[in-house]
């Protein structure tokens, strides 16, 4: 992956961030402390992306740092994947006000950013983390069915895989995450 393409990524990671002084009108740009872009290098071959940023990644401007970050990190594992050669991100990026789910227009609003992301980095692997990421790219699709299994939608290979932080709130989906994330590991060896 070319040097250009790192740049044309931060450049992008900086329009983000200074988006936070647009005074767009949209309640997460302007009450969040930061907007997130997300971390990781051009050359990703996989693109994590999860639904919004919590307290920790508000505070950090990093995704993934909290608790379903700890749970990302041991999938990754698991998956034997290093974090490093990954691209983390989130649908909506900046935190809903007390972690509300985003609305369908903080999405949109949202969401050019992410594609353009994605036309950067060209991943041969996108992973939607739960059912509203997974919504995004597959609108068809329950995560209940999806999770687990390679797709293919409008051209995008996608390996859905539950939200890390459903593990948190509901321990028994936790074995069935890290059968998920091996099964990612094998189908991408
Ligand atoms: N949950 C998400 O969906 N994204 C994060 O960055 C953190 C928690």
Redesign the pocket.
């Given at each position: 992956m070319s040097a250009a393409a790192e740049e044309r990524l931060e450049a992008l990671a900086d329009e983000i961030r200074a988006h936070k002084g647009a005074r767009c009108g949209f309640e997460v740009c302007e009450t969040c402390t930061q907007l997130?872009p997300g971390v990781g290098p051009a050359s990703a071959s996989i693109v994590i992306v999860?639904?919004?940023?919590?307290a920790k990644?508000d505070a950090a401007g990093v995704?993934?740092v909290?608790a379903?970050?700890k749970v990302l990190d041991s999938l990754l594992a698991e998956a034997g994947i290093a974090r490093d050669d990954v691209f983390i991100t989130?649908v909506v990026k900046a935190r809903p006000p007390k972690n509300r789910d985003p609305k369908q227009p903080e999405v949109a609003h949202h969401w050019p950013w992410l594609e353009a992301q994605l036309d950067i980095i060209k991943p041969q692997w996108l992973v939607p983390?739960g059912r509203h990421a997974l919504a995004r790219f597959a609108p068809d699709a329950k995560i209940a069915e999806a999770h687990g299994t390679p797709l293919e939608v409008d051209g995008r290979r996608l390996f859905p895989l539950y939200?890390p932080?459903a593990a948190l709130y509901n321990g028994s989906l936790r074995a069935t995450l890290v059968e998920d994330a091996k099964a990612l590991g094998r189908t991408l060896s």
């Open positions: 997130v999860g639904e919004a940023p919590g990644e995704p993934f909290g379903a970050g989130n983390l939200h932080a």
